[in-house]
């Protein structure tokens, strides 16, 4: 296929027919045309949207939305993460309405990881396995999760999925869950929640999680734009 890439600002506008939305850091677009009856896949990645125009495939969402009083699980399946750093996290979500259960991964510590993998990967399955957890917030990001990805078992996820959120090296569950037909939350984390200047990516991921419409974005046309 050939690949057309554009960079620059411009007005980002959801494209597929289903949405991954969430909180992007570059304005990139790719797109990958139909020729000759091969199928065509768009890709649009903006500041606080995802979208996949799959082609024949269909990509389902992370299920009902959440709903005040429902439970979140907070677990971090690569680099390590303390109590301090994740304290504002769970305030947040806690003054959202959530209940929050913090995997045993968030207390892990094996050299740079939140535990051993196999710790992580366990961790991890039970937050999928659990039909009273309406959604999974990966804690940071790092390396360790394409370590476990390859052990984890869908089967309940697939039958009642769930949001799953993260960014970074989360990506590569991002990746899989859209290789299995899942969108997922490609958004701000528990360990960024509170930076300077991420206010708009917060915001963006409570709406996701809560099933609300996503804030448009919009910024002045660049002359590369096509």
Known sequence: DEAHIERGLGRHRIAGQQQL??????DFAQQKHAHDGRQETNFHF????????HGKGEVADGGQAAAAGQRVALVSPARKISAAELAPAIATLTGWGLDVVLGASVAGDHHQFAGDDALRRRDFQQQLDDPSIRAILCARGGYGT??????????????????VAGFSDITVLNAHLLALGHASIHGVMPVLFHQTGGELALESLRRALFGEAAQPIEAPAHPLNR
């Open 21 to 26: 939305l969430g909180a992007g850091f570059a």
């Open 46 to 53: 903006g500041v606080a949207k995802f979208s996949f125009g």
């Open 146 to 163: 394409a370590r476990i990805v390859d052990g984890l078992d869908f089967t309940r996820f697939n039958a009642h999925p769930k949001w």
